[in-house]
């Protein structure tokens, strides 16, 4: 499974209430990487789910240049609680999961201090989770996603075309752990023969006039609350 991480910088510009008697304030940067799949074709950034974790990270700078994490203590804040755990010194990073009872929002705040006690800089950074999903796309022949997701599709009598159900900002470990269900007007269908995430769409000649909706269900086996699903409607003219 290929994860695909867009690094996000937060950038906290250097803070002059943060400076104490002659030490200089420093320039934190928070750097958010969530654990939640995308497929490696894809453009944008993963996102952060309810169900997915996500490694937060912090650079110090002065001046332009990074300092040793070692020479600071970390103090980790989440929705405004101390969280000792993970706080200390050179501990520069979190990983960080929703609570089951949350469903929205968190904020991450770090206090960063030098080895006399010091605050040097802070900074702050605010998860938001996303839903997961999934989308359908047509494949041609050879096997790569074309064009762009769809929803509708118009085909002629005697043709045929295969899609391709892509989940985006699920958690997984593997593929396998995720169970691809297919359905044409409610009645459960089969999958193409060792491709459970594609499926044939077939019109049969004289079939002109006729509709259906194709529907993919996607469920985590590993994490039963993740499920989701996406339709597709296709006419025969």
């Given amino acids: 499974m290929k ?16 400076q104490v008697g002659n030490f200089k304030p420093v320039e934190v940067n928070l750097l958010m990487e969530p654990g939640s799949y995308a497929p490696g074709w894809y453009r944008g950034a993963s996102l952060p789910t ?11 700078f ?3 240049k ?3 994490p ?39 705040q770090l206090e960063v201090l030098d080895n006399k006690n ?26 790569p996603i074309t064009s762009r997701a769809i929803s509708r599709k118009t085909i002629g009598p005697g043709t045929q075309f295969t899609v391709k159900a892509v989940p985006f900002f699920m958690t997984f470990a593997s593929k396998s752990d995720l169970q ?27 079939s002109e006039g006729q509709s259906a909706t194709f529907k993919v269900i996607v469920t985590n086996i590993k994490s039963l609350l993740e499920k ?3 339709s597709l409607y296709v006419e025969v003219r």
Avoid: C
């Fill in 3 to 18: 994860i695909f991480l867009l690094i996000i910088f937060l950038g906290i510009a250097p803070l002059a209430s943060a």
């Fill in 50 to 60: 309810l169900e997915s974790k996500t490694k937060i990270s912090a650079f110090i």
């Fill in 62 to 64: 002065l001046n332009g």
């Fill in 66 to 68: 990074k300092l040793l």
């Fill in 70 to 108: 070692a020479n600071f203590i970390y103090n980790w804040t989440i929705d405004g609680n101390l969280d000792r755990v993970v706080s200390g010194k050179g501990k520069d990073g979190i990983s960080y999961s929703f609570p089951k009872s949350k469903g929205s929002k968190s904020i991450i």
């Fill in 118 to 143: 010091k605050r040097r800089g802070k900074a702050e950074i605010v998860i938001d989770p996303k839903l997961s999903e999934v989308l359908i796309y047509e494949k041609n022949s050879s096997g």
């Fill in 180 to 206: 691809f269900i297919w359905f044409q007007d409610s009645q459960p269908q089969s999958s193409i023969e060792g491709e459970s995430d594609a499926y044939m769409v077939e019109a049969k000649p004289g």
């Fill in 228 to 230: 989701i699903e996406n």
